[in-house]
């Protein structure tokens, strides 16, 4: 479709899409064709074939065993009919300051990632590989100390993985001031893209987001059913999340992110 010259500023901003647009340029290198079939699974193939990789694809959580953890308390599975909790989904805009019970952020790292059956998840992933990690910043959680924290889902622990000026740090990498204040905790999803890019190669990437569409949008619904307000987050400077959560911003990087209120009043 044409646009008429009148809306060109208005869909493109005062400059024109550059003819090599990196969004564009990546869509194109992820989309799948026919004629290149052969190239395009050829980590199929290759999982298909090996049985250590099939092994080491499904464990995928990261873990540091020298790290402290703190156990987490079984999910408080309240009663809530999913349509009730699609209808009154909101993001939230302003936080109280309440602290968040342990059990209640357990419950809402379950629904995001937990682990159910055959060491499947509670979200779908493109062949199984769930190519995620979930950390948590935390500020107002009890039994938690203020800082970064990893979940391990297998395990049911949150690895402590750093405290000291974490809550600082993540006030500078969020992109709008003021957002986080009275929040007890930000939820980062965070993809190793190899982890599916192996398989799927470039359209690998596409399923990590999608998949980290999927855990949030758990968490947001979960975060519904129990009255804890929660606002999804996609404006944070990258370079600075990742170094607060330890990641390298290539092989891996923070993709999208919950803020979550405290227990309501």
């Not at 809550?167 to 929040?183: E, H, K």
């Amino acid at each position: 479709m044409k646009v008429q010259p009148a809306l060109r500023s208005v869909v493109y901003g005062d400059e024109n899409v550059a003819l090599d647009d990196p969004a564009e340029a990546y869509h194109e290198a992820s989309k799948l064709y026919p004629s290149l079939a052969a190239r395009q699974t050829s980590g199929i193939v290759r999982l298909a074939s090996s049985p250590t990789l099939q092994e080491a694809s499904s464990h995928a959580v990261r873990r540091n065993l020298q790290l402290p953890a703190v156990p987490l308390p079984a999910p408080a599975r309240r009663r809530v009919s999913l349509w009730a909790a699609l209808d009154r989904r909101r993001s939230a805009h302003a936080f109280g300051g309440q602290p968040l019970r342990l059990q209640t952020l357990a419950t809402l790292l379950d629904a995001g990632y937990g682990v159910r059956g055959a060491g499947r998840r509670t979200v779908p992933s493109g062949g199984a590989l769930y190519p995620l990690e979930l950390y948590v910043c935390s500020r107002r959680v009890a039994a938690l100390s203020a800082g970064v924290s990893h979940f391990d889902p297998e395990r049911r622990v949150l690895e402590l993985v750093r405290t000291e000026d974490a809550p600082a740090d993540l006030d500078a990498a969020c992109a709008l001031p003021g957002l986080l204040d009275g929040c007890s905790a930000v939820v980062f999803v965070c993809a190793v893209f190899w982890r599916a890019r192996f398989k799927y190669a470039q359209r690998g990437y596409r399923f990590a987001l999608l998949e980290a569409g999927h855990a949030v949008q758990n968490i947001l619904l979960a975060a519904t059913a129990l009255d804890i307000a929660a606002l999804p987050l996609g404006g944070f400077y990258d370079d600075r999340v990742d170094v607060l959560l330890g990641l390298n911003g290539v092989d891996d990087g923070a993709v999208y992110g919950v803020v979550l209120g405290g227990e309501p009043r």
